[in-house]
């Protein structure tokens, strides 16, 4: 889990309601970051042209004040790329780190956190943050097998039963895990599961969930505790200004 053949599992393709740059693989964006050049590595993030799972490496690398190339494929360009041999595990996303890529969503977020200051150093604190994270992950991998089916009547009664019951669970376990008052998910800094509950948040504010209401994570104030402080970093306000700016 953690990458991606095609389409987000939690469905097909969709327009978001927040618009992304055009798909320009050939000249993917640069975004500068705040980390000393002689330090910083060069990196490349590979993805399509959506959310999904590289959304939430996005958030944390702004965040964090880590520079990157945003490359985004279109699901065509993939295809040729994947057949080409280009990615290790012939999904996506995928990091290049001077010239060698690296794959699986979660440990490149982790790798962008350590950079970008958004991973703990000391192991107990790094275990909280992966706790959360692993919480977290539970909750949206439980949309896969209902985004893999193709009969939407079937579709959307596995995501009412889903959103009736066993979600409902799934959160309460992210929530017992967010002890803190905020206004981050551990606290007053943030980390990497403050940028993935944020893009998983915003995948249902902008309706990419089928089937499930926009607002069904507004009856957890946590989480949108979580969500709006994310949007409110300058860093990220900044690259959702490029982002509608381009589009």
Known sequence: AGSANGPSPVGPPHTPTTPFPAVVSHAPRIFPGTMAASAAPSLKLTYFNLSGRAEGIRIAAHMGGVQFTDERLSFEEFGKLKAEGAFPTGKVPAMTINGVMFCESMAILRYVGRLGGLYPED??????????????LSALNSFTPSGREKDQEKKRAMREELAAGP?????????ALMPSPGPFALGASPSIADALIYNIVAMFKDGLVDYVAND???????????????AAHPAVVAYKQSLQASA
């Open 167 to 175: 979600l409902v669970g799934m959160i309460q376990d992210v929530l």
């Open 123 to 136: 192991p107990v604190e790094a275990l909280r943050v992966d706790q959360l994270c692993d919480a977290v």
């Open 216 to 230: 069904y994570l507004d009856a957890y104030p946590a989480l949108i505790g979580v969500y709006d402080a994310v």
